[in-house]
Every structure is written in structure tokens, then in C-alpha cells.
């Protein structure tokens, strides 16, 4: 299990705490990106393997260090790990993700992603996830009820494939395309979870402002690397006919 985490010093013990419960995971490892207050500190307390970030990189770098270190973990007598990444703010809840790790374990889905129910406090009118859901859905065919769920178990496999990941607030969008274009299975998951929603405030809406500028990004950034591809498979036969017909 993966979690990565900034200034999360307030619940990652208790996150930390509740993941060691889940069936089937043996390794929690935080993933401390550049955090300010003592997260690190509290996070090895509560039992975690912690790695620390000297400086905020983001979740998709975080995430990257994470499976760095989960595969350094990995024994030669056994299966690559399954790579369950959570957000370090579920606290008691995080144990409720354990419904994400049978379908990938037993190999019906490649990533399995958790669908949270309405969360007290959140101040979004859905702007961002119907953006995200609206590309996924015109670049694979799939659409997903919670496209910007970061609570996600995976094989090493998929995200190895999904790497390089998306940057800032569009990792999941741009890991979910990136996977079902390349015919991997997603499937979702219903969690109880809890966690700190944004809400209406000003902070709120510039967070929610930023996670639609990342979507963006990593939807256009897929979209001309969708063109580029079509672009080459088009040229390909023209250059390799033969000039004496």
C-alpha cells in the first residue's frame, strides 16, 4: 500500500492505522512529499515505512517513489506486489478499501477504483468531474462514475504502463485513458470512505480551479498523442512502399 501525503500529520496515524487491517497488504508505505509539519514523524509511529520528498513534488511523483520503493520490497520467491494507493485523510475509513484488492487479486480487473458516497461538506458542483468523466468517456468508450477517485489498487503491470503519470490533479484522469487505451479492465468499487472534502470556501474554489487546469492538461497532452499516433500509422505505409512500384 501506497500513501502519499502532505501535511497530513492531523489524521495519518490514524490512516496508517486503519490500512495495516486491510486483507492482504503487508507493507504501508507513506510517501511524505515535502511536508511542512511532523507527518513523517507521526506516520512511522503509527507503523508505516515512510520515504520522504525534500521538496513538494506532487501526488503523481509521490505515487512514482512509492512503487519505486514497493518494488525494491518485492522477493524473488513471490509475485510482484499489488500497488493499492490511498489518500492519507481517510483515517478510520481506510480499512474500507479493502473491497479494491479481490477483483485485481483474482484477476478480473487490472485497477480497481473506489466509489465514495456523498461526502458531508463538499462544495463542488461538479464541474471538474464531468469534464474528466466526458474525456475518458470519448477517449475510451468507458465512463466512470468517479473519475477523479485516487483510491486505487492496481498490478504492477498497469502501472507500470500508465507511467510516466499525469502531473497535479489530472493523474487519475490521464492514468485512467492511458490504461483503457491500451485494453486494460477498470472497474469500480463502492468504499465507505471519509475524507476532508473541498468545500465553497475560496480555498475550495481555487483548488477545484486547479484540479480542472490539470484535467485539461492531461487530456489535451493524450489527445495529441492520440493524433500524433494516428498521424505516423498514416505516414508509415507511404514511406515503406516502394518506389518502383
Known sequence: MVIPAKDESRRI??????????????????????SEDNTQHVAREAGAVVVRHSHNRGKAA???????????RDTPDRLPRLLLFIDG???????????LVPPVLEGTADVSI????????????????????????????????QPLSGMRCLTREAFEAATPLARGWG???????????????????????????????????????????????????????????????TVAPTRDRDPQG
Open 114 to 145: 473506489a466509489l465514495l458516497p456523498p461526502q458531508p461538506g463538499a462544495g463542488g458542483r461538479g464541474i471538474v468531474v464531468g469534464a474528466a468523466r466526458r474525456a475518458i468517456a470519448a477517449m475510451t468508450g468507458w465512463t466512470p462514475t
Open 171 to 233: 493523474v487519475e484522469t490521464g492514468m485512467t485513458i492511458d490504461l483503457l487505451r491500451q485494453g486494460f479492465v477498470a472497474v469500480e468499487v463502492p468504499c465507505d470512505l471519509r475524507h476532508r472534502p473541498s468545500g465553497a470556501d475560496l480555498k475550495g474554489q481555487l483548488h477545484r480551479a486547479a484540479q480542472y487546469r490539470d484535467v485539461q492538461l492531461a487530456v489535451n497532452a493524450r489527445r495529441v498523442r492520440r493524433a500524433a499516433g494516428a498521424l505516423r500509422s
Open 89 to 99: 485523510d481517510l483515517g478510520d475509513t481506510a480499512v474500507n478499501t479493502a473491497p
Open 13 to 34: 496515524a490514524a490512516t496508517v492505522r486503519s490500512a495495516r487491517a486491510i486483507p492482504h497488504v503487508d507493507l504501508v508505505l507513506v510517501v511524505d512529499d515535502g
Open 62 to 72: 509521490a505515487m512514482e517513489t512509492g512503487a519505486a520503493v514497493v518494488a525494491m
